[in-house]
């Protein structure tokens, strides 16, 4: 089956930097996304690794180890509006993501 | 540009009451069409998803059907809501070479009483 584990809660300061880690089970795998959602909004894409290493897009960053099961999504210079849920998601070959359970990050001042 | 419609953006529905919730999706052609529903604080779980006209695929067995009558458009429906069918019912899209990069629609909170 399919099942991903990542923190339900994480804290940082404002302009710090951040990491939400991932852990996934799952025969098929094809990749790892990341969605950001913000309070009563709809998730929005952030990145997606295919294969083992680091994507950078701009402040976020996400990374992928195949041979660990294990994604992360770093967040640079935070920001106050980076206050969201973060999900990860695996996808499979039919085209489907399903998504972890999302870990709330609050930045304070 | 691809845009995704849905509504109605809220709706308060009593127990035992049909349901249908609509989905367009504007700018592109065969996309593949899904429906999530998201609990209070939760994660999102996957209940249909759709590669093509009159193909639906359940995810989890419940008293919610869906279904595809055009390329673009996805409608999820009940013939009598329960309790536990409240939430937030996103759809989303993505193209039909990827499983990655979906955009969602803005969402549907549904409350059931």
């Known amino acids: 089956g399919q099942s991903l584990e990542q923190p339900s809660e994480v804290t940082a300061v404002e302009g710090a930097i951040v990491q939400i880690n991932c852990t996934y089970q799952t025969s098929g795998f094809y990749g790892l996304s990341w969605y950001q959602q913000h309070d009563g909004g709809a998730p929005t894409f952030l990145s997606y690794?295919?294969?083992?290493g680091l994507e950078e897009t701009g402040r976020f960053s996400s990374f992928l180890s195949r041979s660990d099961s294990y994604g992360y999504l770093l967040l640079q210079e935070l920001q106050m509006k980076d206050s969201a849920s973060y999900f990860c998601a695996e996808g499979d070959s039919s085209y489907k993501l399903i998504f972890g359970s999302g870990t709330r990050l609050l930045v304070r001042p | 540009s691809q845009t995704i419609h849905q509504w109605p953006a809220t709706l308060v529905q009593p127990v035992g009451s049909p349901l249908s919730l609509e989905c367009t999706v504007e700018g592109t052609s065969n996309p593949n069409l899904y429906w999530y529903r998201q609990a209070a604080g939760r994660g999102l779980q996957l209940l249909f998803y759709?590669?093509?006209?009159?193909?639906i695929s359940s995810e989890v067995p419940q008293n919610l059907s869906a279904s595809r009558p055009q390329d673009r458009q996805f409608i999820l429906s009940s013939k009598k809501l329960l309790l536990s069918d409240s939430g937030f019912y996103l759809c989303a899209w993505s193209t039909g070479t990827t499983n990655y990069g979906y955009t969602f629609g803005s969402g549907t909170r549904l409350t059931v009483v």
């Open positions: 759709s590669v093509g006209i009159g193909q």
């Open positions: 690794n295919a294969l083992d």
